[in-house]
Protein backbone atom coordinates (compact mmCIF):
# COMPACT_ATOMS: atom_id res chain seq x y z
CA UNK A 1 0.00 0.00 0.00
CA UNK A 2 1.40 3.71 -0.83
CA UNK A 3 2.10 5.87 1.95
CA UNK A 4 0.15 8.33 0.10
CA UNK A 5 -3.09 5.89 0.15
CA UNK A 6 -2.11 4.93 4.29
CA UNK A 7 -2.48 8.58 4.78
CA UNK A 8 -5.66 9.33 2.99
CA UNK A 9 -7.26 5.90 4.97
CA UNK A 10 -6.31 7.12 8.03
CA UNK A 11 -7.92 10.53 7.41
CA UNK A 12 -10.96 9.00 6.17
CA UNK A 13 -11.08 6.66 9.04
CA UNK A 14 -10.02 9.92 11.94
CA UNK A 15 -12.95 11.42 10.13
CA UNK A 16 -15.64 8.14 10.69
CA UNK A 17 -14.41 7.53 14.47
CA UNK A 18 -14.81 11.55 15.26
CA UNK A 19 -18.48 11.50 13.23
CA UNK A 20 -19.69 8.13 14.89
CA UNK A 21 -18.28 7.18 18.37
CA UNK A 22 -20.58 9.06 20.54
CA UNK A 23 -23.36 7.13 18.70
CA UNK A 24 -21.61 3.46 17.96
CA UNK A 25 -21.09 3.73 22.02
CA UNK A 26 -24.56 5.54 23.22
CA UNK A 27 -26.12 2.24 21.58
CA UNK A 28 -24.00 0.05 23.03
CA UNK A 29 -24.43 1.13 26.34
CA UNK A 30 -28.41 0.85 26.06
CA UNK A 31 -27.58 -2.74 25.42
CA UNK A 32 -24.41 -3.47 28.18
CA UNK A 33 -25.72 -0.88 30.81
CA UNK A 34 -21.78 -0.71 31.96
CA UNK A 35 -20.74 2.66 30.73
CA UNK A 36 -16.40 1.32 30.81
CA UNK A 37 -17.91 -2.09 29.26
CA UNK A 38 -19.42 -0.07 26.34
CA UNK A 39 -16.26 1.61 25.97
CA UNK A 40 -14.14 -0.99 26.14
CA UNK A 41 -15.98 -2.95 23.54
CA UNK A 42 -16.89 0.04 21.29
CA UNK A 43 -13.05 1.02 21.58
CA UNK A 44 -11.89 -2.53 20.76
CA UNK A 45 -14.60 -2.99 18.13
CA UNK A 46 -13.66 0.22 15.68
CA UNK A 47 -9.95 -0.91 16.49
CA UNK A 48 -11.32 -3.97 14.53
CA UNK A 49 -12.73 -1.54 12.15
CA UNK A 50 -9.27 0.13 11.16
CA UNK A 51 -7.71 -3.45 11.30
CA UNK A 52 -10.25 -4.22 8.47
CA UNK A 53 -10.78 -0.80 7.14
CA UNK A 54 -10.67 -1.13 3.03
CA UNK A 55 -13.70 -3.48 3.64
CA UNK A 56 -15.60 -1.97 6.60
CA UNK A 57 -15.18 1.41 4.62
CA UNK A 58 -17.13 -0.14 1.61
CA UNK A 59 -19.67 -1.62 4.08
CA UNK A 60 -23.36 -0.21 3.24
CA UNK A 61 -23.33 0.68 7.34
CA UNK A 62 -19.98 1.34 8.74
CA UNK A 63 -21.49 1.89 11.79
CA UNK A 64 -23.88 -0.77 12.02
CA UNK A 65 -20.60 -2.84 11.71
CA UNK A 66 -18.97 -1.25 14.65
CA UNK A 67 -22.30 -1.87 16.66
CA UNK A 68 -22.63 -5.71 15.65
CA UNK A 69 -18.94 -6.19 16.47
CA UNK A 70 -19.27 -4.56 20.17
CA UNK A 71 -22.22 -6.57 21.03
CA UNK A 72 -20.74 -9.75 19.56
CA UNK A 73 -17.84 -8.85 21.63
CA UNK A 74 -20.17 -8.23 24.31
CA UNK A 75 -22.30 -11.99 23.83
CA UNK A 76 -18.69 -14.14 23.82
CA UNK A 77 -17.66 -11.93 27.15
CA UNK A 78 -20.80 -12.87 28.64
CA UNK A 79 -20.53 -17.01 27.56
CA UNK A 80 -17.02 -17.30 28.86
CA UNK A 81 -18.36 -15.50 32.27
CA UNK A 82 -20.94 -17.54 32.12
CA UNK A 83 -19.04 -20.67 31.86
CA UNK A 84 -16.08 -20.38 33.73
CA UNK A 85 -16.26 -17.76 36.58
CA UNK A 86 -19.04 -17.52 39.86
CA UNK A 87 -21.96 -15.89 38.92
CA UNK A 88 -22.36 -13.90 42.32
CA UNK A 89 -23.35 -10.28 41.36
CA UNK A 90 -24.22 -11.24 37.94
CA UNK A 91 -27.79 -9.97 37.10
CA UNK A 92 -27.07 -7.35 39.76
CA UNK A 93 -28.08 -4.44 38.49
CA UNK A 94 -25.65 -2.30 36.58
CA UNK A 95 -24.15 0.19 38.88
CA UNK A 96 -21.19 1.34 36.22
CA UNK A 97 -24.20 4.07 34.27
CA UNK A 98 -22.96 7.29 34.20
CA UNK A 99 -25.64 8.77 36.51
CA UNK A 100 -24.25 11.92 36.49
CA UNK A 101 -23.68 11.98 32.69
CA UNK A 102 -27.85 10.82 31.38
CA UNK A 103 -30.91 11.55 32.53
CA UNK A 104 -31.23 8.61 35.10
CA UNK A 105 -34.61 8.72 35.07
CA UNK A 106 -34.87 8.04 31.48
CA UNK A 107 -32.48 5.82 31.07
CA UNK A 108 -34.00 3.63 33.99
CA UNK A 109 -37.18 3.74 31.76
CA UNK A 110 -35.37 2.29 28.90
CA UNK A 111 -32.76 -0.17 31.05
CA UNK A 112 -36.22 -1.84 32.40
CA UNK A 113 -36.80 -2.61 28.65
CA UNK A 114 -36.04 -6.44 27.59
CA UNK A 115 -32.67 -6.33 26.32
CA UNK A 116 -33.94 -7.12 22.53
CA UNK A 117 -36.09 -3.99 22.74
CA UNK A 118 -33.53 -2.19 24.26
CA UNK A 119 -30.97 -3.37 21.39
CA UNK A 120 -33.71 -2.31 18.82
CA UNK A 121 -34.36 1.17 20.27
CA UNK A 122 -30.67 2.27 20.46
CA UNK A 123 -30.14 1.49 17.16
CA UNK A 124 -33.06 3.20 15.21
CA UNK A 125 -32.68 6.35 18.12
CA UNK A 126 -28.84 6.46 17.73
CA UNK A 127 -27.72 5.36 14.31
CA UNK A 128 -30.98 5.88 12.15
CA UNK A 129 -31.26 2.93 11.10
CA UNK A 130 -33.89 1.60 8.90
CA UNK A 131 -35.73 -1.62 9.68
CA UNK A 132 -33.94 -3.69 7.43
CA UNK A 133 -30.34 -2.82 8.88
CA UNK A 134 -31.58 -3.08 12.53
CA UNK A 135 -32.79 -6.90 11.05
CA UNK A 136 -29.54 -7.72 9.94
CA UNK A 137 -27.16 -6.22 12.72
CA UNK A 138 -29.23 -8.19 14.98
CA UNK A 139 -29.86 -11.18 13.05
CA UNK A 140 -33.25 -11.17 13.65
CA UNK A 141 -36.69 -10.99 11.24
CA UNK A 142 -37.67 -7.47 9.85
CA UNK A 143 -41.44 -8.11 11.29
CA UNK A 144 -39.57 -9.23 14.42
CA UNK A 145 -37.65 -5.43 14.70
CA UNK A 146 -40.77 -3.70 14.03
CA UNK A 147 -42.68 -5.44 16.83
CA UNK A 148 -40.24 -5.07 19.20
CA UNK A 149 -39.85 -1.42 18.50
CA UNK A 150 -43.87 -0.63 18.40
CA UNK A 151 -43.71 -2.28 22.12
CA UNK A 152 -40.48 -0.63 23.43
CA UNK A 153 -41.95 2.61 22.05
CA UNK A 154 -45.38 2.07 23.86
CA UNK A 155 -43.69 0.97 26.79
CA UNK A 156 -41.40 4.06 27.05
CA UNK A 157 -44.61 6.42 26.34
CA UNK A 158 -46.83 5.12 29.35
CA UNK A 159 -43.69 4.75 31.78
CA UNK A 160 -42.94 8.62 30.51
CA UNK A 161 -46.29 9.73 30.90
CA UNK A 162 -46.31 7.80 34.45
CA UNK A 163 -43.02 10.16 35.54
CA UNK A 164 -44.43 13.04 33.74
CA UNK A 165 -47.67 13.05 35.93
CA UNK A 166 -45.68 12.02 39.37
CA UNK A 167 -43.67 14.84 38.40
CA UNK A 168 -46.61 16.99 37.79
CA UNK A 169 -49.37 16.53 40.65
CA UNK A 170 -52.46 18.63 39.97
CA UNK B 1 -46.99 12.30 24.16
CA UNK B 2 -46.12 10.65 20.52
CA UNK B 3 -43.71 8.51 18.96
CA UNK B 4 -41.09 11.50 17.90
CA UNK B 5 -41.38 12.92 21.57
CA UNK B 6 -40.60 9.65 23.11
CA UNK B 7 -37.41 9.20 20.55
CA UNK B 8 -36.41 13.13 21.20
CA UNK B 9 -36.39 12.36 25.09
CA UNK B 10 -34.53 9.34 25.00
CA UNK B 11 -31.53 10.44 22.57
CA UNK B 12 -31.62 13.85 25.32
CA UNK B 13 -31.03 11.45 27.82
CA UNK B 14 -27.39 9.98 26.24
CA UNK B 15 -26.86 13.50 25.21
CA UNK B 16 -23.68 13.47 28.00
CA UNK B 17 -22.24 10.33 27.18
CA UNK B 18 -19.36 10.98 25.04
CA UNK B 19 -16.39 8.34 24.05
CA UNK B 20 -13.70 9.78 25.46
CA UNK B 21 -10.82 7.13 23.70
CA UNK B 22 -8.12 8.77 21.80
CA UNK B 23 -8.04 7.82 18.37
CA UNK B 24 -3.67 7.01 18.20
CA UNK B 25 -4.65 4.64 20.81
CA UNK B 26 -7.51 3.14 18.46
CA UNK B 27 -5.35 2.93 15.41
CA UNK B 28 -2.32 1.37 17.37
CA UNK B 29 -4.62 -0.83 18.56
CA UNK B 30 -5.54 -1.65 15.15
CA UNK B 31 -2.31 -2.09 13.47
CA UNK B 32 -1.04 -4.38 16.09
CA UNK B 33 -4.13 -6.87 15.00
CA UNK B 34 -3.32 -5.85 11.46
CA UNK B 35 0.05 -7.01 12.01
CA UNK B 36 -0.71 -10.34 13.55
CA UNK B 37 -2.86 -11.04 10.90
CA UNK B 38 -0.58 -10.49 7.94
CA UNK B 39 2.21 -12.48 9.52
CA UNK B 40 2.58 -15.85 6.97
CA UNK B 41 3.67 -19.02 7.75
CA UNK B 42 1.44 -20.37 10.57
CA UNK B 43 1.72 -23.63 9.14
CA UNK B 44 5.51 -23.90 8.89
CA UNK B 45 4.91 -23.22 13.25
CA UNK B 46 1.94 -25.57 13.74
CA UNK B 47 3.79 -28.54 14.94
CA UNK B 48 5.32 -26.73 17.32
CA UNK B 49 2.07 -24.81 17.92
CA UNK B 50 0.19 -28.05 18.37
CA UNK B 51 2.82 -29.65 21.01
CA UNK B 52 2.76 -26.47 23.09
CA UNK B 53 -0.86 -26.71 23.42
CA UNK B 54 -0.96 -30.05 23.85
CA UNK B 55 0.63 -29.53 26.71
CA UNK B 56 -0.99 -27.13 28.26
CA UNK B 57 -4.36 -28.88 27.50
CA UNK B 58 -2.82 -31.78 29.34
CA UNK B 59 -1.71 -29.41 31.99
CA UNK B 60 -5.18 -27.94 32.38
CA UNK B 61 -6.56 -31.45 32.72
CA UNK B 62 -7.36 -32.36 36.67
CA UNK B 63 -5.63 -35.74 36.68
CA UNK B 64 -4.48 -36.23 33.47
CA UNK B 65 -1.65 -37.67 34.77
CA UNK B 66 0.61 -35.22 33.62
CA UNK B 67 3.94 -33.96 35.63
CA UNK B 68 3.66 -30.46 33.51
CA UNK B 69 3.64 -28.15 36.20
CA UNK B 70 2.50 -24.75 35.32
CA UNK B 71 1.47 -22.04 36.98
CA UNK B 72 -1.65 -22.10 38.09
CA UNK B 73 -4.12 -19.93 39.87
CA UNK B 74 -7.01 -22.40 39.41
CA UNK B 75 -8.57 -24.26 42.25
CA UNK B 76 -9.20 -28.07 42.03
CA UNK B 77 -11.87 -29.01 39.28
CA UNK B 78 -11.35 -26.07 37.61
CA UNK B 79 -9.62 -24.77 34.49
CA UNK B 80 -6.92 -22.79 35.31
CA UNK B 81 -7.27 -19.22 34.74
CA UNK B 82 -3.37 -19.39 33.11
CA UNK B 83 -0.81 -21.70 32.11
CA UNK B 84 3.04 -21.45 31.42
CA UNK B 85 4.77 -24.33 29.83
CA UNK B 86 8.28 -24.54 29.36
CA UNK B 87 9.87 -25.32 25.98
CA UNK B 88 12.27 -27.21 24.69
CA UNK B 89 13.89 -24.18 22.94
CA UNK B 90 14.02 -21.92 26.34
CA UNK B 91 11.20 -19.66 25.31
CA UNK B 92 8.00 -20.16 27.69
CA UNK B 93 4.06 -20.34 26.49
CA UNK B 94 1.41 -18.21 28.44
CA UNK B 95 -2.10 -19.54 27.89
CA UNK B 96 -4.30 -17.50 29.07
CA UNK B 97 -8.32 -18.48 30.15
CA UNK B 98 -11.38 -16.56 30.51
CA UNK B 99 -12.35 -13.29 30.68
CA UNK B 100 -11.00 -12.16 33.93
CA UNK B 101 -7.29 -13.45 35.21
CA UNK B 102 -7.32 -12.01 38.39
CA UNK B 103 -4.22 -13.83 39.93
CA UNK B 104 -1.91 -11.48 38.01
CA UNK B 105 0.47 -11.25 40.47
CA UNK B 106 1.08 -15.40 40.60
CA UNK B 107 1.37 -15.04 36.75
CA UNK B 108 4.05 -12.50 37.61
CA UNK B 109 6.07 -14.42 39.88
CA UNK B 110 5.78 -17.52 37.58
CA UNK B 111 7.27 -15.85 34.86
CA UNK B 112 10.45 -14.32 36.83
CA UNK B 113 10.50 -17.70 38.60
CA UNK B 114 11.37 -19.10 34.89
CA UNK B 115 13.96 -16.26 34.65
CA UNK B 116 11.93 -13.63 32.73
CA UNK B 117 12.15 -10.43 33.73
CA UNK B 118 8.29 -9.42 33.80
CA UNK B 119 5.54 -7.59 34.99
CA UNK B 120 1.95 -8.41 34.60
CA UNK B 121 -0.38 -6.09 35.18
CA UNK B 122 -3.89 -5.11 34.26
CA UNK B 123 -4.61 -1.45 32.34
CA UNK B 124 -6.30 -1.92 29.43
CA UNK B 125 -5.37 -0.72 25.86
CA UNK B 126 -7.75 2.22 26.58
CA UNK B 127 -5.30 3.70 28.96
CA UNK B 128 -1.53 2.79 27.31
CA UNK B 129 0.91 1.25 29.98
CA UNK B 130 3.23 4.12 29.79
CA UNK B 131 2.86 5.37 33.19
CA UNK B 132 3.05 1.53 34.92
CA UNK B 133 3.91 2.37 38.49
CA UNK B 134 8.20 1.74 38.69
CA UNK B 135 8.30 0.48 34.74
CA UNK B 136 9.97 2.63 32.70
CA UNK B 137 7.73 1.24 29.14
CA UNK B 138 9.31 1.36 25.84
CA UNK B 139 6.81 2.12 22.93
CA UNK B 140 6.25 -0.52 20.51
CA UNK B 141 6.80 0.29 16.75
CA UNK B 142 3.56 1.36 15.76
CA UNK B 143 3.56 4.44 17.83
CA UNK B 144 6.80 5.98 15.87
CA UNK B 145 10.31 7.38 17.03
CA UNK B 146 11.31 5.92 20.45
CA UNK B 147 9.94 2.53 20.39
CA UNK B 148 12.02 -0.43 19.78
CA UNK B 149 12.00 -2.18 16.62
CA UNK B 150 9.68 -4.31 15.45
CA UNK B 151 12.41 -6.66 14.68
CA UNK B 152 13.29 -7.29 18.57
CA UNK B 153 9.52 -6.93 19.60
CA UNK B 154 8.84 -10.13 17.22
CA UNK B 155 12.16 -11.86 18.57
CA UNK B 156 10.99 -11.58 21.89
CA UNK B 157 7.35 -12.50 21.54
CA UNK B 158 7.48 -14.63 18.42
CA UNK B 159 11.02 -16.56 17.92
CA UNK B 160 10.70 -18.26 15.12
CA UNK B 161 7.00 -18.39 14.67
CA UNK B 162 6.04 -16.62 11.84
CA UNK B 163 1.83 -17.36 12.23
CA UNK B 164 -0.61 -15.58 14.03
CA UNK B 165 -0.71 -16.31 17.49
CA UNK B 166 -3.54 -16.70 19.07
CA UNK B 167 -5.46 -13.71 21.16
CA UNK B 168 -5.35 -15.65 24.42
CA UNK B 169 -1.39 -17.39 24.33
CA UNK B 170 1.63 -15.90 23.78
CA UNK B 171 5.56 -17.03 24.03
CA UNK B 172 8.56 -15.09 25.53
CA UNK B 173 11.40 -15.76 24.10
CA UNK B 174 13.93 -15.46 27.07
CA UNK B 175 17.02 -15.79 25.25
CA UNK B 176 15.84 -12.84 22.58
CA UNK B 177 15.71 -10.19 25.37
CA UNK B 178 18.79 -7.61 25.66
CA UNK B 179 20.42 -6.75 29.25
CA UNK B 180 18.40 -4.33 30.84
CA UNK B 181 15.11 -4.77 28.86
CA UNK B 182 11.93 -6.77 30.49
CA UNK B 183 8.33 -7.64 29.57
CA UNK B 184 4.94 -6.12 30.49
CA UNK B 185 1.94 -8.09 29.55
CA UNK B 186 -1.10 -6.53 29.78
CA UNK B 187 -4.22 -8.13 30.74
CA UNK B 188 -7.14 -6.46 29.01
CA UNK B 189 -10.94 -6.89 30.00
CA UNK B 190 -12.06 -10.14 27.68
CA UNK B 191 -8.40 -11.89 28.37
CA UNK B 192 -6.76 -10.61 25.65
CA UNK B 193 -3.14 -9.20 26.07
CA UNK B 194 -1.10 -6.19 25.15
CA UNK B 195 2.65 -7.55 25.32
CA UNK B 196 5.75 -4.72 25.72
CA UNK B 197 9.05 -3.99 26.75
CA UNK B 198 10.08 -2.16 29.87
CA UNK B 199 13.44 -1.36 31.00
CA UNK B 200 14.35 -3.98 34.01
CA UNK B 201 14.41 -3.03 37.40
CA UNK B 202 14.07 -4.28 40.86
CA UNK B 203 10.76 -2.35 41.53
CA UNK B 204 9.38 -2.50 37.47
CA UNK B 205 10.52 -6.61 36.75
CA UNK B 206 12.26 -8.02 39.90
CA UNK B 207 15.41 -7.54 38.32
Known amino acids: ?170 | MNDADVITAVKASYAGIHMDVPLDVIVGRGRRLRAQRRLPGLAAAAGTVAAAVALAVAALVPGSGRTVAPGSSAGTGRLAAWTVVSQQDGSVRVALRGAQIRDVAGLQDKLRADGIPARVARIGYLRPPLSVPGCQVFRDWSAGPGGISRALWLKIFYGPHTGQQSNHAFWVYRSAIPRGLGVLVDIYYDGTFGLYTVKASPRCTGT
Open chain 1, 1 to 170: MRRKDVSQDQADFAEFYAESRDDCLRTVLAAVRDVDQAQDLVAEAFARAWASWRGVRSHPAPRAWVVRTALNLSVSSWRRHRRELPLTGHDAPADGLASSLVDTELTAVLQRLPVRQRQVVALRIFLDLDTAQTAEVLGIAPGTVTAHLTRALAALRTELAACGSEGNPS
